[in-house]
């Protein structure tokens, strides 16, 4: 083994194997990979090795696509078989929601280039005469499906790696990591000490134990997963001989099981209610290439229903259980990418769909690792969504509740209750006390929408409009015809002090510092000129500055600060997280409110649109920021945590003569989209440019030198390929929720990236991106937006429905 690489990958499954492939793809061949056992002795072995490309998150199946594409090339250059089988497969719908939700998934494949179909369940039945179609009402067609060997595809990586440079290690295990003052990692193992410049953590089983030698609690948890072998059926070598193709892929929501031919006989998996954690505290570093005891009884009511779906299935022996570990993260996506306040330390774990999901990581990981970014939007698998609160045990629920919801429908309005409530500002039993039905942010509690006296808080969850939708109505319009107040303690918040704060924002963002008491919107650029951030900031001294954001973005956004901070100190960027909450109020009445629990003077002339400062609002010291996400006159009023219930109690009892009213965040969603504003993760992410995404008022390239200036300048000079739209939609009873597909001249032209119901306004709303091409058509175009199957007009809006002017934020 060499005592020197420039990067070790510790671990040897898919996921490992793939990284140090990309990674000699890439060019940088003195890469090591060190395995304590040998390669595919963690989950890889035993999986039962079978690939899709569909995925909830439209940037994530993008990476699986190109994932399972892959194969054939890394069999080329290795001259190892990967097994594959692509045999196509069938996802199964017993009810029409599960219907409705497969043609929300068969849409947005349009936009991906996928080739989809939406069949019958008679045609199902044609596709895997195995079924009984009289259980289903439908079912989509993924030609792109399969399965391979594990080993043989792990193996043909490693090969491949091996032939470009690389060098594995087997037997070895890593026992400690540790850092040198110059940034470089001693990779200390069995068989002696590496110095590398980056370590990836690739640890599959063990990611947990590797995170913990570097002082990082990764919240990744290993479930038992069961699957089963069937003996041989004659049913089936019927079929293969009567159609000379293998039999399909299918997954069956209703039993939440898969199913794939193996030989001549059934392979048939699990995802149970009954999920069960394996080794949930600490995974033994002697645990090998072995299997965990089957539980017949924890399976056995997905095996009835399958026994009743695939008849012939009564009638078969079973050969072989098998129950193995696999990891997870709390949502089911990876955990990839650099961690933050650890230099070239890299995450690479909690990869469960090693086998559709292994390429698309490895390329990604090795364009960060080269390039300094990914090279796509990877956020869903971002290492950095999860912050400090995604403990050991809150991992642990999460991972089970995830588990056991694989093949259910997650609803738009649905809010899954496992680790509930986590954080909570001290307003939550009062907001509770009011009707709200709360969501959750970030890990926090939120309240979304009241219901009024005599009405049950709680969501009836549907694609369609909901129970919530009279409600949040009420709600908006109490906001625009007078006042309203909400909860926003679920903003990231950050205090950026220091005799270097002006010129290190300055650097990193697009739009001027603002001026003392005033406030600035503006994004953040990476080097590619792509939006990563998008803050408002506020100047409350020479030196020191307050900033708002996306909480969701935090760790995200804190990795990148600390990235670009000066090496001489003269920068300190703290989070505030929630020792800062907040309350919005909003309207037109919003002045008069304020007024009544200040003695400021708030009126236009002394307290004008984008001013910010300390004041004091019912007695206690809080900071007030004359903004409104609302798009409306509206204040935002910052407080510590102890000053709250103060407060809030004040506005409530000062407001009841002029109709304040409590709303949640839908309703502040809606009111958003009346107004045309877009969101982080929606309308910018890092696949948009600023100009693309209308926001090239916020780009100051005159100011001087930023990280992205050169791109952004390119991209104002030719226009960029995409433009942000906003669209009046012709919707029935369900509006957009996002990721729908554009039509135009009966082609795919676009996508959406969010919308809802205007109820001020009282239309459907949707943003999304066009070409650039497309989107100078304006009104005229004859577009249309594809809704859970149904394709109904929508035409370009060029100003925002309300207050198109902008005169009720300025009044």
Known sequence: MKSQARVVVIGGGVVGCSVLYHLTRRGWTDVLLIERSELTSGSTWHAAGGFHTLNGDPNVAKLQAYTVSLYKEIE????????????????LADTPERLDWLKMAHARGRYLGMETEIISAKEAKELLPLIDERHFVGAIWDPIEGHLDPSGTTHAYAKAARKAGAEISLRN?????AQKPDGTWLVVTEQGTVEAEHVVNAGGLWAREVGRMVGLELPVLAMEHHYLLTEDMPEIAEIVASTGKEMVHAIDFSGEIYTRQERGGMLLGTYERAATPWSPRQTPWDFGQELLAPNLERIAPSLEIGFEH??????????QFVNGPFTFAPDGNPLVG?????????????????????????????????DGDPGFDIWGMDVARFGPWATLAYTNAKVRENYSRRFRIRYPNEELPAARPHQTTPLYDRMRAQGAVMGDSWALETPLWFAPEGTEPRDIVSFRRSNDFEHVKAECQAVRNGVGITEIANFAKYEIAGPGAEAF????????????????LTPMLNETGKLIGDFTIARIADDRFLMWGSSQAEIYHMRWFERHLPQDGSVRVTPINLGWVGLSIAGPKARDLLARVTGDDVSNAAFPFMASRAMDVAAAPCHVSRISYTGDLGYEIWMAPHYERRVYDALKEAGADLGLRDFGMRALLCLRLEKNFGTWFREFRPIYGPYEAD?????????????????ALREKETGGTLRRMSFVVEAGDADVIGDEPIWHDGKVVGWVTSGGYGHFVDASLAQGYLPKELASLGPDGAFEIEIIGERVKARIITEPLFDPRAERMRM
């Open 310 to 319: 695939f008849p012939a299935l009564k009638h078969t022996g079973i050969k």
């Open 173 to 177: 295990r890593v026992v400690e990591l």
């Open 76 to 91: 080329e250059i290795s001259g190892q078989s990967c097994g594959l089988h692509l045999t196509g497969g069938l996802q």
């Open 695 to 711: 926001l090239g008022r916020f780009i100051a390239l005159n100011k001087g030198d930023f990280i992205g200036r050169e791109a």
């Open 338 to 370: 650099p961690v933050r306040g650890l230099t070239n330390f890299w995450c690479a774990c909690a990869v469960m769909a090693g086998f559709s999901q292994g390429g698309g990581v490895g390329l990604a990981l090795s364009n960060w690792m080269v």
């Open 505 to 520: 924002l300055d650097r990193l963002m697009t739009n001027r510092m603002p001026a003392l008491g005033r406030m600035v």
